[in-house]
């Protein structure tokens, strides 16, 4: 089962036009631009974590009815320094690369200096990002390519550390209605350590496009750690219509242990843990002050906190909503159910009002991210599809991008494609207009 999800990947670099079966609603014309890890060895050196492959971007264009497949990895510096060794040099997430043993005490001794302040990789697997009108690769590190939305070719490297004092930035944005851009990330490397809020605007891209989007970020403001040695690690934040939304959790990145992770022969997941001892509220205090849950945390007397859920729905990842409706309330949210296996094998819709859910599931299927697409003329929230890409373990089963009607989670179309599909992460849906 797990190879199908650590299985090195394949190219497809030119459209390969899909089977549809069903039939394509005519007003879905874009291209979902998808990111995942797509390649987990060079050579004889293998990945330790499926976080640490290589980004293979892949997309799903959407035009009068048809559907045209396409992949490409990411031409990132990490992947060519690979490439050109045939072997694991830079290091990753859960894999920590040293100096090949046929080298010199001097090439040996430099590569061990250079990694006191790590240079982390630009492996940007995790989402697509939108900024001005730019689309980037993007992990939670400092790096992120940039990358043609039709071509999918990586056009060049962009370094957050040139435009604002960070070392690490979510791969997951907030947009708001006008078309700004808002992130987060940490700085750890610039004094003491900070939470940095930043907005890029919608027309940072100017007229003649010359300029990197970045060039016009905004710092909105800058929040101190509570602790200079422990910055909390997050991996999204939350928006509303006048407020950005953070929680300083207690999951925290280890500054020291990053700093001598490669001397000590760890890997960087391993700086990052549960801080059992940061809780400062009296016992018996419920931490949860929401007046529409039941859900409850209350703090023990050895600083424990005993959490009861309000469940709406067991296990669902991945999940998303009708974007229109973010920074606002909101009815439904889909995502990719985890039930009997670690891996997604169905997709479900949840109707918060009525605490009701609906799913889409077949046999040896495995579905990816649900991506919901409105309608264009939409009246209700669940107005629009659902589309998700999924892979078989059935080799008889080829792989094909789901078409799902929103409101009833049936079937619309599906679009069978004659390639090699890798389970992905985190996407992009472009409509048309903004892809020509």
């Known amino acids: ?63 009068d009815g048809d559907v045209y ?15 050109a060794a045939n072997r694991i040099v830079v290091s990753e997430f859960g894999t920590m690369a040293y100096p090949d043993p046929c080298q010199s005490i001097f090439s040996k001794s430099f590569t061990y200096l250079r990694n006191v302040i790590p240079d982390f990789t630009d492996n ?31 056009v060049g490297r962009a370094d957050y550390r040139n435009h604002i004092a960070l070392n690490l930035a979510t791969a ?8 700004n851009t808002y992130n987060m990330g940490t700085a750890i490397m610039y004094g003491l ?59 925290k990145l280890d500054i020291v242990r990053l700093a001598t992770a490669y001397f000590r022969g760890v890997n ?34 050895d600083g424990s906190v005993f959490c009861s859920p309000d469940t709406l729905f067991v296990g669902l990842e991945l999940p998303g909503i009708n974007y229109k409706f973010n920074t606002r309330k909101y009815r439904y949210f889909y995502g990719s159910r985890v039930e009997w296996s670690p891996y997604p094998n169905k997709i479900g819709k949840v109707d918060i009002l009525t605490r009701t859910h609906k799913e889409w599931t077949e046999e040896e299927c495995y ?19 659902i589309l998700s890409s ?8 080829p792989p094909f991008m789901l078409i799902l009607n929103a409101k009833t989670m049936e079937e619309i179309a599906r679009a069978a494609v004659d390639a090699h599909i890798h389970m992905d992460l985190h996407g992009y849906f472009i409509p048309s207009k903004d892809t020509n």
């Open 1 to 63: 089962m797990l190879g199908i999800f650590t299985k090195n990947g394949k190219e497809t670099p030119e459209p390969l036009k899909a089977k549809i079966s069903g039939e394509v609603p005519d007003w879905l014309q874009g291209t979902l631009v998808r990111n995942g890890p797509g390649l987990f060895s060079f050579g004889d050196t293998d990945y330790n974590h499926w976080f640490d492959g290589m980004a293979l971007i892949h997309s799903f264009t959407f035009k």
């Open 69 to 83: 497949y396409r992949s490409k990895f990411l031409k990132s510096e990490t992947f060519k320094t690979n490439s």
């Open 124 to 154: 940007g697997l995790v989402n697509i990002i939108r900024y001005g009108e730019d689309y980037y690769a993007a992990s939670e590190l400092n790096y992120i390519n940039q990358i043609d939305p039709q071509t999918l070719d990586t």
């Open 172 to 179: 997951h944005p907030h947009y708001d209605e006008e078309g």
């Open 193 to 251: 350590p900070k939470y940095m809020i930043f907005k890029v605007p919608a027309d940072a891209s100017g007229e003649d496009k010359k300029q990197p989007p970045l060039s016009k970020l905004e710092e909105v403001c800058s929040i101190p750690c509570r602790s200079s040695l422990y910055p909390s690690y997050f991996h999204s934040f939350g928006m509303t219509e006048n407020y950005i939304v953070f929680v300083e959790q207690a999951f």
């Open 268 to 301: 960087w997941g391993s700086c990052i843990n549960l801080d059992k001892n940061d809780v400062d509220t009296p016992e018996g205090t419920n931490l949860v002050t929401l007046e529409d849950t039941t859900a409850t945390a209350v703090t023990q007397a």
């Open 367 to 385: 579905p990816s991210e649900p991506v919901f697409v409105a309608s264009p003329d939409a009246v209700e929230e669940d107005d629009g599809v």
């Open 390 to 397: 999924v892979v078989s373990n059935n080799p008889e089963k």
